[in-house]
Nanobody, 127 residues
Framework: QVQLVESGGGLVQAGGSLRLSCAAS????????MGWFRQAPGKERECVAV????????YYAGSVKGRFTISRDNAKNTVYLQMNSLKPEDTAVYYC????????????????????WGQGTQVTVSS
């Protein structure tokens, strides 16, 4: 089992920044990739960014590319999502997830195969 705990959400004005953290514990050696997903009220969950546990490659959704950066600190078993130039449409509950599956990085945007999920952290961007 892998446990994931997110932190760092909050309220920020448009144009501001936030950094989310996701601390993993348990059988972290089984993780192949970790992703950040978000879900706004009335909308489907969408993938925001993914990083291989090795850090060798990343994936970003088009809507956040150039504004968000995913990174990891393996010594701390923690993945980060630095969010800059935030927009009201970024408002959502953000979840981190981990998968043991080994597959092409672009396919990690599909939430299928993510066995472990955090509890979520609210991000609210005011206009």
């Amino acid at each position: 089992q892998v446990q994931l705990v997110e932190s760092g959400g909050g309220l920020v004005q448009a144009g501001g920044s936030l950094r989310l953290s996701c601390a993993a514990s348990g059988r972290t050696f089984s993780i192949s990739a970790m992703g950040w997903f978000r879900q706004a009220p009335g909308k489907e969950r969408e993938c925001v960014a993914v990083i291989r546990w090795s850090g060798a490659s990343t994936y970003y959704a088009g809507s956040v590319k150039g504004r968000f950066t995913i990174s990891r600190d393996n010594a701390k078993n923690t993945v980060y999502l630095q969010m800059n130039s935030l927009k009201p449409e970024d408002t959502a509950v953000y979840y981190c997830a981990a998968t043991p599956d080994r597959r092409p990085i672009s396919t990690y945007s599909d939430s299928v195969g993510y066995n472990y999920w955090g509890q979520g952290t609210q991000v609210t961007v005011s206009s």
